[in-house]
């Protein structure tokens, strides 16, 4: 915003600013978007307080490449999504809906963190977070709690006395006086989000930040706010007590990892051995039809699924994709492959696909035990109860290996799953035995299933 102004007016869609209103923002092109917010002195006055440092050069040859030290957050499905636990001065972003847990996974964390921590809610009173801390029997000496909403009053509590980290719960309730009164505009959440993880990075000091969410899923605000911080984390509702914590950006380690957890009566549980979770419900001895189990590798776990399929006829004679947790795209592919070569007619049917558990899949190697799936859904043949199918499949129909296979059939033989269909690649042929199928394309494992 230019100087000189004491009003401007700034798009609700977007953040940009004008210093006239306008009916329509030239940024986003949202109609009568334009607020006007007051223009202070209260960030001159700010920056007089928090002096701002300059940075000086250095050479890239001259940086040391030792990665910082992390230490471990007392919650291993936490500090495997993480990369191996928080570094000093990271700042992590967790988004999820109303009532999933992330107040409560937040308040388990700061309770057994080392030092003294900061928990600042905009959302609950003291008493609130006491009573749950009581609750879920969290050690409570080394957590300070305040109530506070201003931005500016919030940066001044940090500068005079520094905690060992730092929640904010949440972002969206914070207000800085530079950007009018209203909390959770785009130009709230992009100040907020600027200073805090700036205090972050010049203090060392670990953020973590609350965000709320769209009813599309997506974290509520400007873009900005995930291009900031270091990790961005979504939880996510499985089943009705199991939780997923996934990360879309991490700069710290691996976007693949899954954490687990069990929400019961003292909280959000860890499960470090997920891999026959979400079979636990399965009927190992007569399963129905269009039941396949696949063998996915999430992360550094092999995790055992129940991929589900529904074929009914179509009623306008054209079949349509109904599929949350497998990509609807990948899902006519593999019924395009099943027509064109195994003969199975699946175009005038419309095709409901589900994974049990809820669980959200991408790996190419449970392309095999969809086809499988579906192949039973639409000929009303129940596979048999005891097998697993690896492999992905290709346009042409061959069904190709994927990788960690040996550990993908260790872990289905764990699991009680003694027959598998794969294609073995050339440095696992050593991994069938007993009553391991090599299939190399479609065809090969619709007859091996037939007979």
């Not at 000086?56 to 500090?79: F, V």
């Not at 190697?365 to 005891?386: I, T, V």
Request: one cysteine or more.
């Amino acid at each position: 915003m230019a100087k000189g102004r004491s009003s401007a007016y700034v798009c609700d869609s977007c953040g940009h600013d004008e210093p006239k209103w306008l009916g329509r923002c030239p940024s986003c092109g949202e109609w009568n978007s334009f607020k006007e917010i007051h223009l202070g002195s209260t960030g001159t006055a700010r920056r007089s307080v928090h002096p701002i440092k300059r940075a000086a050069a250095t050479l890239l040859s001259d940086i040391d490449p030792t990665p910082p030290e992390r230490y471990p957050t007392g919650n291993e499905e936490l500090d495997r999504v993480l990369g191996g636990g928080l570094s000093p001065g990271t700042s992590v972003l967790l988004g999820g809906e109303p009532g999933i847990g992330k107040s409560t996974l937040m308040l388990q964390v700061a309770a057994t963190l080392p030092g003294r921590g900061l928990y600042v809610s905009g959302e609950e009173s003291p008493g609130q977070i006491k009573n749950r801390a009581d609750r879920l029997k969290l050690p409570q000496d080394s957590l300070e709690i305040i109530c506070e909403t201003d931005l500016e009053i919030l940066l001044d509590i940090l500068g005079e006395n520094k905690p060992a980290y730092l929640v904010v719960d949440s972002i969206q309730t914070l207000i800085s006086g530079e950007a009018g009164s209203v909390p959770g505009t785009p130009n709230q959440l992009k100040i907020a989000g600027h200073r805090l993880t700036t205090w972050a990075k010049t203090t060392g000091i670990p953020l973590f930040l609350i965000a709320h969410v769209t009813k599309e899923g997506t974290i509520a605000g400007p873009k900005v706010i995930e291009h900031l911080v270091d990790t961005v984390l979504y939880f996510d509702q499985s089943s009705s007590d199991l939780r997923i914590l996934r990360a879309s950006k991490n700069r710290m380690g691996s976007v693949d990892e899954l954490g687990l957890f069990r929400m019961g009566a003292s909280g959000l549980s860890p499960i470090p051995d997920p891999a026959g979770m979400f079979l636990e419900h399965r009927k190992s001895s007569n399963p129905p039809a269009g039941s396949a189990v696949a063998a996915v590798y999430e992360g550094s776990r092999i995790l055992m699924v129940e991929i589900q399929a529904l074929t009914v006829q179509a009623k306008g004679g054209m079949g349509r994709v109904y599929s949350d947790r497998i990509d609807n795209a990948r899902v006519s592919r593999i019924a395009a492959v099943l027509e064109r070569h195994a003969g199975l007619k699946l175009s005038d049917q419309d095709i409901y696909v589900n994974v049990a558990g809820g669980l959200r899949i991408s790996d190419t190697g449970a392309e095999l035990a969809l086809a499988l799936a579906l192949f039973s859904a639409r000929s009303e043949q129940a596979l048999p109860p005891d097998l697993a199918a690896v492999g992905e499949i290709s346009l042409a129909g061959e069904v190709r290996p994927v990788p960690h296979l040996r550990r993908r059939i260790k872990t289905a033989s764990d699991t009680g799953l003694k027959r598998y269909f794969a294609a073995a690649g050339s440095d696992e042929g050593g991994a069938f035995s007993g009553k391991g199928k090599v299939v190399h394309n479609i065809r090969d494992a619709l007859a091996a299933v037939l007979s």
